[in-house]
């Protein structure tokens, strides 16, 4: 079993920044993939970012040149700087591990809103 936890979400205005953190726990072999999703209200919880152990990363047209993911393997986490934020980007962040005999594991979610 994998526990998955997200943290560094709140309230920022239109053109500032945060960074997302998430770390996996548990009975890890490896960790081939590690990506940020979101979901807004009312929408389907849609694909961010994410990067594989190799650090070959695949972006949302939507945030492209704006998010950076990152991960560090041996801390079993995985970074989402999030730069020149848009209202648009107002949603749940989750993050999704994808292991070895787990499969994915998702977290509980980080709330990221983007208000003046």
């Known amino acids: 079993q994998v526990k998955v936890v997200e943290s560094g979400g709140g309230l920022v205005q239109p053109g500032g920044s945060l960074r997302l953190s998430c770390a996996a726990f548990?009975?890890?072999?490896?960790?081939?993939?590690m990506g940020w999703y979101r979901q807004a209200p009312g929408k389907q919880r849609d694909l961010v970012a994410t990067?594989?152990?190799?650090?070959?990363?695949h972006y949302a047209d939507s945030v492209k040149g704006r998010f950076t993911i990152s991960r560090d393997n041996a801390k079993n986490t995985v970074y989402l700087q999030m730069n020149n934020l848009k209202p648009e980007d107002t949603a749940v962040y989750y993050c999704?591990?994808?292991?070895?005999?787990?499969?994915?594991?998702w977290g509980q979610g980080t709330a990221v809103t983007v208000s003046s």
């Open positions: 999704a591990v994808d292991s070895t005999g787990v499969g994915r594991s």
């Open positions: 548990g009975n890890i072999f490896s960790i081939y993939i």
């Open positions: 990067i594989t152990r190799a650090a070959n990363t």
